[in-house]
Nanobody, 124 residues
Framework: QVQLVESGGGLVQAGGSLRLSCAAS????????MGWFRQTPGKEREFVGRINRSGGYTYYADSVKGRFTISRDNAKNTVYLQMNSLKPEDAAVYYCAADNGLRVVTLPQEYDYWGQGTQVTVSS
């Protein structure tokens, strides 16, 4: 099992930056690719990006590409989401998720474990 806890959410002005962290328990963290998702009220959970097991490959949704960066530190069992040039439409609850497959997947139901989410609010 992998237990995930997100942190780092908060209030930021449009154009600003914020870094989210996702801390994982257990000794199998490096066996999982990690995804970031976000969700707003009344909306479907949306794929943000993904990083592979070693951290050498990342994949992003078009809506955040060029602004968001995912990284991981397997020694610390932590994955990060660096968000720059934030827009009001980026406001959401952000979730990290773990996937033990090898393919790049973007659907929430394809991920095995989830954190509780952290709220990001962007003011304009």
């Amino acid at each position: 099992q992998v237990q995930l806890v997100e942190s780092g959410g908060g209030l930021v002005q449009a154009g600003g930056s914020l870094r989210l962290s996702c801390a994982a328990s257990g000794r199998t963290f490096s066996s999982y690719s990690m995804g970031w998702f976000r969700q707003t009220p009344g909306k479907e959970r949306e794929f943000v990006g993904r990083i592979n097991r070693s951290g050498g490959y990342t994949y992003y949704a078009d809506s955040v590409k060029g602004r968001f960066t995912i990284s991981r530190d397997n020694a610390k069992n932590t994955v990060y989401l660096q968000m720059n040039s934030l827009k009001p439409e980026d406001a959401a609850v952000y979730y990290c998720a773990a996937d033990n497959g090898l393919r790049v997947v973007t659907l929430p139901q394809e991920y095995d474990y989830w954190g509780q989410g952290t709220q990001v609010t962007v003011s304009s």
